[in-house]
């Protein structure tokens, strides 16, 4: 099995995390009332660690504790290699 998409909602934001390319994972964070982010970041852990914080924040509404970030970071792991 390989998860090819995640697609995660907040109280006010939602993010969808996707391959993008076999080094990349592209995630779009979308706001009823912003312009959509698309970000690619490379599959290493400090990015991903750096995307889980962003991706918390905005889906949470705050920021969040070690162990809220970690929850998202499990989750782009799943894109990585």
């Not at 099995?1 to 969808?16: L, V």
């Not at 400090?46 to 499990?74: H, N, P, W």
């Amino acid at each position: 099995m390989r998860i090819t998409r995640i697609d995660m909602t907040g109280s006010n934001h939602h993010a969808t995390i996707e391959e993008d390319d076999h080094d990349l994972v592209k995630v779009t964070i979308i706001h009823p009332d912003q312009p959509r982010q698309i970000f690619r970041i490379r599959k290493t852990i400090r990015e991903m660690r750096d995307m889980a914080k962003m991706i918390q924040f905005y889906l949470d509404g705050c920021e969040g504790t070690a162990s809220m970030v970690d929850d998202y970071y499990r989750e782009l792991q799943r894109f990585a290699d």
